[in-house]
C-alpha cells in the first residue's frame, strides 16, 4: 500500500512528459522484479521491502488505465468497458486464492516465481507496442539526451592533437552544463505543474463529492474484506466462512460491476445519471446488507448479503467515469492517482483497525457489522448531493498545454486559429 499511494501521483505526473505505455512497462517491470524479489526473500524485512515495490509497480496501471480505456471505448459503451476492467480485481482474487492454495502446498516460494514468469510478457510488451498517445496530452516528440550534446570538432587539419582536445573538453564541458540546465529546469516546472493541476483537481467540486462518497464507501467494503468472515462465523456460526464470504464478494462483485457499467450506458451515460445510480444502488445496497444482519437465519442472511453486495458492487464503473469526465482529459490520470490514494489513506487502511477498536468496546458482532454497514447511508447521501452539482464532461476539451504558440508558428495553423484569424480581417477596415 505504501508504494502504491507514493507512486501514483508520481506515475501520473510523468504521464505529461513520458508516454503512458513506456511508464506501464517500467511499472510492470518493477513489478516482475519485486514479485521474484518476494520469492527469494530470507527475512521479514526484505519480502515487506518488496512487496512495497509491488505497489510501485501497480500505480502504474492505476493512474494509466483507466484513461486509457476511456480514449479507446466506443462511446456507448465507455462504463461497460471501465467495468470489465474493474471487474478484474474480484476476479484475480478469486484466481489468486486457487492458484495460491494449489501452488502453496509445495513451496510458496514458487507462488511469486510463478506470477513473475506470467507477468514478463505484459511488461515487455510495455516497451515493444506501438506507444498510443492519451487525449489531452501533447504528441511525446523524440528527446535526445547526451546525444543532444554537440561537440564541435575543428575542421583544420593543420591543428595539432593538444589543441583538438582543448577544444573537444570546453566544448564537452559548455554543453554538458547547458544539459544540466535544462534537466533542473524541466523538473521544476513538473512540480510546477504538478501543484497546479492538484489546485484545479481539489477546487473541482463534483471531483471532491465524488471521491469523498467513494471514501465512505471503501471504508465499509475494506472492513468488510477483513472482518465479514469473523462476523460471519461468531454471528451465525459459520462453517469455512472465508469460503462463503469470498465466494459471494467474487460472484457478486463480478456481476455488480458488470451490471452498473450497462445500466449507466442504457440510461445514457453523464455524470449527473452516474451520481443517481450511484446514490440509489448504495442506498439499496446498505438497506439489503443492513437487514441482513438483523436476520437471525444464516440461510436469509446469506440471500439478502448477496443482494445486498451486487447492489453495492454496480457503483464500480460510475464511479470512475465520474473520475475520468469531471476532468480535462490531461489531468485524468493525476484523477485517478488522487482518488486511489484518497480511498485508501481515509477508507480501507484506517478502517480495519477502527472496527476491530469498537468491536472491542461493544463486545458484539452482530452490533458492529450493523454499525459499520450503516456508514453506506452517508455514502449515498455524500452521492446524493453530487446529482445537485453543476457538472460539464470534459472529455472534449483541449488541453491548454498541448501546443505554445512558438510551436504554433512553425506548425499548420489549426481550424480554430484560421477562423479567428480571418474573424480579424474582416473586422479591420
Not at 504528441?139 to 583544420?156: L, N, V
Not at 559548455?174 to 513538473?190: D, G, R, Y
Not at 452539482?389 to 498545454?401: I, T, W
Request: proline share 4%; glycine share 8%; charged share 15%.
Amino acid at each position: 500500500m505504501v508504494g502504491l499511494l507514493v507512486a501514483s501521483p508520481i506515475f501520473a505526473s510523468l504521464a505529461r512528459s513520458v508516454n503512458p505505455f513506456r511508464l506501464i512497462g517500467v511499472g510492470l517491470t518493477v513489478w516482475t522484479l519485486a514479485v521474484v524479489g518476494c520469492g527469494f526473500s530470507f527475512s521479514f524485512w526484505m519480502i515487506a521491502i518488496c512487496r512495497m515495490f509491488v505497489g510501485v509497480g501497480e500505480a502504474s496501471f492505476i493512474s494509466l488505465a483507466a484513461p486509457f480505456i476511456d480514449d479507446n471505448a466506443p462511446v456507448a459503451k465507455k462504463t461497460v468497458w471501465l467495468g470489465v476492467f474493474y471487474m478484474c480485481l474480484p476476479s484475480g482474487y478469486a484466481i489468486g486464492y486457487v492458484y495460491g492454495g494449489w501452488v502453496g502446498h509445495y513451496n510458496w516460494r514458487y507462488a511469486f516465481w510463478g506470477e513473475a514468469i506470467l507477468m514478463f510478457p505484459f511488461a515487455v510488451l510495455g516497451f515493444v507496442m506501438k506507444p498510443l498517445q492519451l487525449k489531452g496530452f501533447a504528441p511525446a516528440e523524440s528527446k535526445k539526451a547526451f546525444t543532444d550534446i554537440e561537440i564541435a570538432f575543428p575542421e583544420a587539419q593543420d591543428k595539432n592533437s593538444k589543441q583538438l582536445t582543448q577544444h573537444l573538453l570546453v566544448d564537452l564541458i559548455v554543453n554538458f552544463n547547458k544539459f544540466l540546465f535544462k534537466a533542473t529546469s524541466n523538473n521544476v516546472n513538473q512540480f510546477v505543474r504538478f501543484f497546479k493541476d492538484m489546485k484545479v483537481l481539489l477546487s473541482d467540486k463534483v471531483f471532491v463529492v465524488n471521491v469523498l462518497g467513494y471514501i465512505a464507501y471503501n471504508f465499509v467494503i475494506g472492513a468488510y474484506s477483513y472482518w465479514g468472515p469473523k462476523a460471519g462465523k461468531n454471528i451465525y456460526n459459520m462453517n469455512n466462512a472465508d469460503m462463503i464470504f469470498g465466494g459471494i464478494t467474487v460472484v457478486c462483485g463480478v456481476l455488480g460491476t458488470l451490471a452498473g457499467g450497462f445500466v449507466l450506458d442504457f440510461i445514457d451515460s453523464t455524470i449527473c445519471n452516474a451520481f443517481k445510480l450511484l446514490s440509489t444502488a448504495t442506498f439499496l445496497g446498505a438497506a439489503f446488507c443492513f437487514g441482513a444482519f438483523c436476520l437471525k437465519s444464516m440461510y436469509a442472511f446469506l440471500a439478502l448479503f448477496a443482494v445486498g453486495e451486487l447492489l453495492v458492487f454496480a457503483t464500480q464503473g460510475p464511479v470512475n467515469f465520474i473520475c475520468l469526465h469531471c476532468v480535462k482529459p490531461s489531468i485524468r490520470p493525476l484523477s485517478m492517482a488522487i482518488s486511489t490514494v484518497s480511498i485508501h489513506i481515509f477508507g480501507d487502511v484506517p478502517s480495519s483497525p477502527l472496527v476491530g477498536v469498537l468491536q472491542d468496546q461493544v463486545n458484539n458482532w452482530r452490533e458492529t457489522a450493523l454499525i459499520l454497514t450503516a456508514i453506506l447511508f452517508p455514502a449515498a447521501a455524500i452521492w446524493f448531493i453530487g446529482i445537485f452539482l453543476h457538472s460539464v464532461d470534459k472529455f472534449s476539451e483541449d488541453n491548454e498545454d498541448k501546443v505554445s504558440r512558438i510551436e504554433r508558428s512553425k506548425t499548420t495553423p489549426l481550424l480554430e486559429d484560421e477562423n479567428a484569424e480571418t474573424t480579424q480581417a474582416c473586422a479591420e477596415p
